[in-house]
């Protein structure tokens, strides 16, 4: 399978817990983009990387919130001391950069609860 | 104003039919344009790009209207597999993230 890998696919945490989810992207892809999804709701943007540069944040993702991409390859996304507003579909997709209409591939997501 | 805006549905239709989903978006330098398919509990896959001059794909077409800011799509010969939410999407031309409208439910029945 050459598409977006996430690991887990399924989180269920305690509250104040931490978790942390990984992202393969698709193996040429240099972007690599997190966001989060809730119920009835479209996917929200979180972060992207450039290879292992991350270029953008969003203001939804607060200080309790860290991505990684160490070596411009697969991703990390870590939350500290999760709280039940953290419930929610992550979303991981990888693009390449310089194409005319680039496109964004998703993973299937790592679905988390919070109790 | 939410940046990207469609209407939830759900837009219940028989097989066969002609269904169109309507969608706005508010940064007039918005860049490129997507619609994307999602079915329940899945992730979003791309359906289609849409072009400036409009597009079609089979039983799909896609059209801009840049000075109206709106997208839409058009699905011919509805089938039962069409079900799904269809997602809005737009690179808004700030960073390279996508903006998602909520999306729109779609149900074909037999």
């Known amino acids: 399978d050459t598409g977006v890998s996430q690991n887990p696919r399924h989180k269920i945490t305690k509250r104040g817990q931490n978790v942390t989810f990984r992202c393969d992207p698709i193996s040429e892809h240099n972007r690599l983009y997190w966001y989060r999804q809730t119920l009835g709701q479209g996917p929200e943007f979180l972060t992207y990387?450039?290879?292992?540069?991350?270029?953008?944040k969003s203001r939804l993702l607060s200080d309790r919130f860290s991505a990684e991409r160490p070596k411009g390859s697969f991703s990390t996304l870590e939350i500290q001391r999760t709280e039940q507003g953290d419930s929610a579909m992550y979303l991981c997709?990888?693009?390449?950069?310089?194409?005319?209409?680039?496109?964004?591939?998703f993973g299937p997501g790592t679905r988390l609860l919070v109790l | 104003r939410k940046e990207v805006e469609q209407d939830p549905g759900p837009f219940n239709v028989p097989e066969g039919a002609t269904v169109a989903f309507n969608c706005t978006y508010s940064?007039?330098?918005?860049?490129?344009f997507f619609w994307y398919r999602q079915d329940c509990r899945k992730e979003p896959k791309l359906l289609m790009s849409v072009y400036s001059s409009g597009n079609e794909d089979g039983r799909f077409t896609a059209q801009l209207n840049r000075a109206s800011q709106y997208i839409s799509l058009l699905i011919r010969d509805s089938k039962l597999s069409d079900s799904a939410t269809y997602l809005c999407?737009?690179?808004?031309?700030?960073?390279?993230?996508?903006?998602f409208g909520a999306g729109t439910i779609l149900r074909v029945k037999s």
């Open positions: 999407v737009v690179n808004m031309g700030y960073g390279n993230k996508l903006v």
């Open positions: 990387f450039q290879n292992e540069a991350q270029l953008e």
């Open positions: 940064n007039s330098a918005s860049q490129s």
């Open positions: 997709a990888s693009s390449l950069a310089g194409q005319t209409q680039e496109t964004q591939y």
